[in-house]
T-cell receptor, first 118, second 114 residues
Framework: GAVVSQHPSWVICKSGTSVKIECRSL??????MFWYRQFPKQSLMLMAT?????????EQGVEKDKFLINHASLTLSTLTVTSAHPEDSSFYIC??????????????FGPGTRLTVL | AQSVSQHNHHVILSEAASLELGCNYS??????LFWYVQYPGQHLQLLLK??????LVKGIKGFEAEFIKSKFSFNLRKPSVQWSDTAEYFC????????????FGTGTRLQVFP
């Protein structure tokens, strides 16, 4: 149980184009999903918290107009990188929060999406 | 601000050696604690978690971790490592007052040689 998928697993795009990444919780409902970036040989950096039915909450320094998040259902969140530039090239990872009981929130992670902007 | 420290950045062991990876956090309140593992080319997987109760937590693949509240630590252990344990290990913490914010350590790269 607690499986999270991401699509696509990798994408190459030209500078200036937009890219959409999907994150799905396959066997549980997630009112909250999270989007992270992982730089080579570094830890995960939280970008934003995606809440079903409401606006995402962005971490300080993350441009909300560049990284559009939509949490359309209890099993799907999307991250759209708008007008992508080479500096946006990175490994994007989503997670979905499973809450089986109060105070027992556990995040399960997707396999990540490697974005390369040429 | 909350932070998580993993002091061992790179650990190299031979098979059958014992493993202990350190994790310390800075937050005085009640926390939930996690260890995740990222095998080469794969995604983050949950190894084990601590919410409350017995401070010695057993996870998958023979791993365990001990929560020592007085030391703000949650060290990961395995009595005998295998080559297949080669991976990146991340400690993560969230405070009960804000379980949305999962704070990760910088990770420890473990290499196990046959």
């Amino acid at each position: 149980g607690a499986v999270v998928s991401q699509h696509p697993s990798w994408v190459i795009c030209k500078s200036g184009t937009s890219v959409k990444i999907e994150c799905r919780s396959l066997d549980f409902q997630a009112t909250t999903m999270f989007w992270y970036r992982q730089f080579p040989k570094q830890s995960l950096m939280l970008m934003a918290t995606s809440n079903e039915g409401s606006k995402a909450t962005y971490e300080q320094g993350v441009e909300k107009d560049k990284f559009l998040i939509n949490h359309a259902s209890l099993t799907l969140s999307t991250l759209t990188v708008t007008s992508a530039h080479p500096e946006d090239s990175s490994f994007y990872i989503c997670s979905a929060r499973q809450r089986l009981a109060p105070s027992t929130d556990t995040q399960y992670f997707g396999p990540g999406t490697r974005l390369t902007v040429l | 601000a909350q932070s998580v420290s993993q002091h061992n950045h790179h650990v190299i062991l031979s098979e059958a050696a014992s493993l202990e990876l350190g994790c310390n956090y800075s937050y005085g309140g009640t926390v939930n604690l996690f260890w995740y593992v990222q095998y080469p080319g794969q995604h983050l997987q949950l190894l084990l978690k601590y919410f409350s109760g017995d401070p010695l937590v057993k996870g998958i693949k023979g791993f365990e971790a001990e929560f020592i509240k007085s030391k703000f630590s949650f060290n990961l252990r395995k009595p005998s490592v295998q080559w297949s344990d080669t991976a990146e290990y991340f400690c993560a913490v969230n405070a009960l007052y804000n379980t949305d914010k999962l704070i990760f350590g910088t990770g420890t790269r473990l290499q196990v040689f046959p």
